[in-house]
């Protein structure tokens, strides 16, 4: 058969190639979501301009805790609905700085 058939010993060689390969593509993809320094050392408008140009990003939030904000609801899953959140920033106590993607809850829904 041409020497295409593959014996069952070299399966296994060859998925993990496959799967070294399609990691080596993730990992070499710019990242959807990017860490950047602390919103407490950041003036307002910085942080909101920062959010606003990545479109999502981890920021660190003080004592080494990070969360994730996004531009608008466009970078949440089809499920997910975005809030609008509020940290301190070096000049505004509550920087809306952008938005929080979560899933919505029974109080969410407008039931009248």
């Known amino acids: ?3 295409l058939s593959k014996s069952p010993e070299r399966r ?3 998925v993990t190639r496959c ?4 990691l080596c593509v993730v990992l070499a993809t710019p990242a959807s979501a990017q860490t950047t320094g602390t919103t407490a050392r950041m003036a307002c408008a910085d ?15 003080g004592n ?3 969360q ?5 609801r466009s970078f949440c ?3 997910e ?7 301190p920033t070096r000049d505004n106590p509550e920087c809306p700085i952008g938005y929080r993607c979560r899933e919505p809850g029974y109080g969410d829904w407008d039931w009248q």
């Open 1 to 3: 058969m041409l020497g």
């Open 12 to 14: 296994p060689a060859i």
């Open 19 to 22: 799967f070294a390969l399609a």
């Open 47 to 61: 942080a909101m301009a920062l959010v606003k140009r990545q479109g999502a990003i981890l920021l660190d939030t």
């Open 64 to 66: 080494q805790t990070f």
């Open 68 to 72: 994730r904000f996004v531009r608008d």
């Open 77 to 79: 899953e089809l499920s």
């Open 81 to 87: 609905i975005a809030d609008l959140r509020f940290m």
